[in-house]
């Protein structure tokens, strides 16, 4: 199996302290990968440090190229999707110039229109709203939103920052059966940051455990869920 992305021995921070220490993992092509940690231990500093947001060192290897010297919209150019913690859509643009923003980096004009349309089927409360300011939409609406657009750069790399953050139980399931999809008939490489440890587990085909920016943990899901401390830890008592 091929690797979308590669890291070894990656530094990142902001500022003076490093918060990721030496960090090595890979994310296997088609693959969803969960990262699991508690609050503060680097998960979205992780996030950050891949798409280039802020400075790292050591080694990013996508699809066998170093990027780790290369400004975020390099790495956006290359196929990595970031959908950010809190959501980051647009809000003064309307749901459908939001879609066509994800969209910028393509050239095939068609392909956009029928990728718009295809996450309007997906997502129809988007098509109902797509005049819409996303500034209006709600929480749930917003991270549909959020997903469709980081979509429609058609990424091999997906990062998603906690896209269940706050949201009603049966939009959770819409999102995660959405992602389920996303896995099954692309193939989009995905990295999700999640509370809700239990769906992203039944998700993933493998996990890495970040703790106060380490990883302590890595392997298949079933790790997590057959060991007492860690299904304590992120589980909850189950
Ligand atoms: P959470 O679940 O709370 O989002 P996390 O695992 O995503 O946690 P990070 O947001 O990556 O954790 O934060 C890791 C560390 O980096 C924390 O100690 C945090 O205080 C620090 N940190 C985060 N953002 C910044 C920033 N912009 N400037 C300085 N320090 C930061």
Redesign the pocket.
């Known amino acids: 199996m091929a690797a979308t992305l590669q890291i070894s021995d990656l530094v990142a921070?902001?500022?003076a302290g490093a918060?990721?220490h030496d960090l090595s993992m890979t994310f296997e092509e088609s693959c969803a990968t969960a990262l699991l940690?508690?609050?503060?231990?680097?998960?979205?500093?992780?996030?950050?440090a891949i798409s280039g947001l802020?400075p790292r060192r050591g080694q990013l290897l996508l699809h066998g190229e170093q990027i780790s010297s290369l400004p975020a919209e390099k790495i956006a150019a290359r196929g990595v999707a970031h959908a950010p913690?809190g959501r980051g859509t647009f809000a003064h643009q309307t749901v459908e110039d939001n879609l066509r923003i994800g969209a910028y980096l393509r050239r095939d004009k068609a392909g956009v229109e029928e990728d718009i349309q295809r996450w309007y089927q997906q997502f129809p409360i988007l098509s109902n709203r797509r005049r819409q300011k996303a500034g209006n939409l709600s929480g749930g609406e917003q991270q549909m939103l959020a997903l469709a657009r980081a979509m429609m750069s058609r990424p091999s790399l997906l990062l998603l920052?906690?896209p269940s953050l706050g949201l009603a139980p049966k939009i959770v399931d819409e999102i995660f059966e959405v992602l389920g999809e996303i896995l099954r008939t692309t193939k989009t490489t995905v990295l999700l940051?999640e509370?809700n440890a239990d769906r992203a587990l039944k998700l993933a085909d493998y996990v890495y455990v970040?703790e106060v920016?380490s990883i302590t943990t890595e392997g298949s899901p079933d790790l997590v869920m057959d060991s007492e401390k860690l299904r304590a830890a992120y589980l909850g008592a189950q």
């Open positions: 921070g902001y500022g918060v990721l940690g508690a609050n503060g231990a680097g998960k979205t500093t992780l996030l950050r802020i913690q920052d906690e940051v509370q970040l920016g």
